[in-house]
């Protein structure tokens, strides 16, 4: 699987708003590694929105290729 693609994806899968304020930096080893602006977006993303986000990553890429997100405020 190509990280870029997964990448480039981001946007597509979360929408413009999260896309604005959030920006995926890396894949290692089926963790995404995403970087959140704000620390009121990262508290509703790590609590609300991923288990869906994640759903769709997986249905897209493959349960292989994406095991977990993790979002880091920065």
Same mark, same amino acid.
Not at 7 to 21: E, M, S
């Given at each position: 699987?190509? %990280?870029? %693609?997964?990448? &480039? &994806?981001? +946007?597509? *899968?979360?929408?413009?708003?999260?896309? &604005? /304020?959030?920006?995926?930096?890396? *894949?290692? %080893?089926?963790?995404?590694?995403? /970087?959140? *602006?704000?620390? $009121?977006? /990262?508290? %509703?993303?790590? =609590?609300?929105? +991923?288990?869906?986000? *994640?759903? +769709?990553? +997986?249905?897209?890429?493959?349960?292989? $290729?994406? =095991?977990?997100? =993790?979002?880091?405020?920065?």
């Amino acid at each position: 699987m190509e %990280e870029s %693609e997964i990448l &480039a &994806a981001w +946007k597509t *899968l979360v929408g413009d708003f999260i896309a &604005a /304020h959030s920006c995926p930096i890396c *894949l290692r %080893e089926g963790i995404l590694y995403v /970087h959140v *602006l704000q620390p $009121a977006l /990262h508290y %509703e993303l790590e =609590r609300v929105n +991923k288990p869906e986000i *994640l759903r +769709k990553l +997986k249905q897209r890429f493959g349960a292989r $290729a994406i =095991r977990d997100l =993790r979002f880091r405020l920065g």
